[in-house]
């Protein structure tokens, strides 16, 4: 099923998800804070669903101290092993150690004068890109383009970063609107 008046059927039976979908998803998104927690939540759900990190997302948010990038990248062991014994995240410790190792490298990004908003805006000269797809079947799960920024990723150092991953962030945070032709969030 395509969707209900329209909207794309991904987010169909939840209305979390169809929130999400209509409020956020596929939205230009120009602010550090929010990319950062997108690229942290992009990173959990590899090999999972959307909709299992969207249902502990304020569990994130409250882990991972709002999503703040300095105090991401100084949780210490402590925190790590809080996090790992707590139920209301994904308990995957490569995952967690890798949240805090990324934040590290969006330091460094900022130490070297760029942001994290301009690396990936960059890519698409700071306009999305409107894909004209008429059905979910034709959604690619990456393009040469979340590849290309994949491969970028991984020498800043950057870990759980794929074409899929960082595909699906593009999608989360405008760069790619992928929203059906007949959606009404397009």
Known sequence: MEGLEG?????LGSKLYERYHDQEWGKPLRD???????LLLETFQ??????TVLRKRESFREVFHGFEVDRVAAMNEDEIQAALENPAIIRNQAKIRAAVHNAQCVQR????????VEFFWNYVNGEPIC??????????????????????????????V????????MQATGMVNDHLLHCPAR
């Open 162 to 169: 794929g074409p899929t991953v960082v595909y699906a962030h």
């Open 46 to 51: 590899a090999g999972l669903s959307w909709i």
């Open 109 to 116: 990004m900022h130490e070297s004068g760029t942001t994290l």
């Open 131 to 160: 894909n004209q797809w008429q059905s979910l079947k034709e959604l690619p799960a990456s393009t040469p383009l979340a590849e290309q920024i994949s491969k970028d990723l991984k020498k800043l150092g950057f870990k759980f």
């Open 7 to 11: 909207k794309c059927g991904w987010c």
């Open 32 to 38: 550090e804070q929010q990319m950062f927690e997108f």
